[in-house]
């Protein structure tokens, strides 16, 4: 097999195994059994197992003694941790710019949105992948290199976040094009601080949810969220 499809299938597998884990056919610490997913996948334990380092690398699968591999459960802590060093990240950029966000990236932004818009009740999970790609386009219009890969290294703990909240499922695909239509309008002004402002509320709305639903108190955590930047 030549390098550049090997690592075609590998990558196929990668993607396979993510959606595996965001359709809860592979739940938070289950053991992932490398012989099974070569079986399902009619390949050889090779691709498999280069796949689920390449997921523990960017965090959605962690290797442990004694068990192996297996999905990562992703704590309320993580997922705040994850969420405040994006708010951080994308208001470099912001800022960094002077809020003069570029047309091309307004563009994307709105065709993101549009796509968003479309999604029905039985593609829920792909509206997580929509919202990384809105994002990330705060993050690419900086320009810094090592700035993008920084953010793009929480991009799958943002899909182990959603994977919290896929009980709404009606009421995240209801409330997502209006929370990421808020940021945009506020791109649109170039006001550099009400779009770090606007990021900022997107990002601590998911958290305060997570935050009730796991019945989690602390008064303090939503003032610290806000004067983080």
């Avoid at 442990?64 to 705040?80: A, E, I, K």
Wanted: aromatic share 10%; with cysteine.
């Amino acid at each position: 097999m030549s390098e550049l499809l090997y690592q075609t299938l590998r990558e196929s597998v990668v993607n396979a195994i993510r959606t595996k884990i965001m359709n809860h056919q592979l739940r938070p610490g289950e053991r992932i059994v490398e012989l099974e997913l070569a079986q399902e996948f009619q390949t050889s334990r090779g691709p498999i197992r280069e796949a689920l380092r390449q997921l523990e690398n960017e965090g959605i699968v962690e290797y442990t003694r004694n068990v192996g591999c297996s999905v990562r459960t992703f704590s309320f802590w993580d997922s705040y941790e994850v969420y405040l060093l994006r708010t951080n990240y994308e208001a470099v950029s912001v800022r960094l710019l002077n809020g003069k966000v570029p047309e091309e990236t307004i563009q994307k932004m709105e065709e993101i949105l549009e796509s968003m818009r479309k999604i029905p009740a039985e593609e829920f999970e792909s509206v997580f992948e929509y919202d990384n790609r809105f994002h990330e386009q705060l993050v690419l219009m900086s320009k810094l290199p090592r700035l993008a890969k920084a953010w793009k290294e929480l991009y799958y703990g943002n899909l182990l976040a959603g994977y919290e909240l896929v009980r709404e499922k009606e009421q995240i695909l209801a409330r997502q094009y209006d929370n990421h239509i808020a940021i945009l309008n506020a791109c649109k002004e170039g006001d550099p601080e009400k779009i770090c402002r606007e990021v900022k509320k997107h990002y601590w709305k998911t958290i305060f949810r997570m935050m009730q639903e796991q019945k989690i108190e602390d008064p303090n955590l939503e003032q610290a969220w806000m004067m983080a930047i």
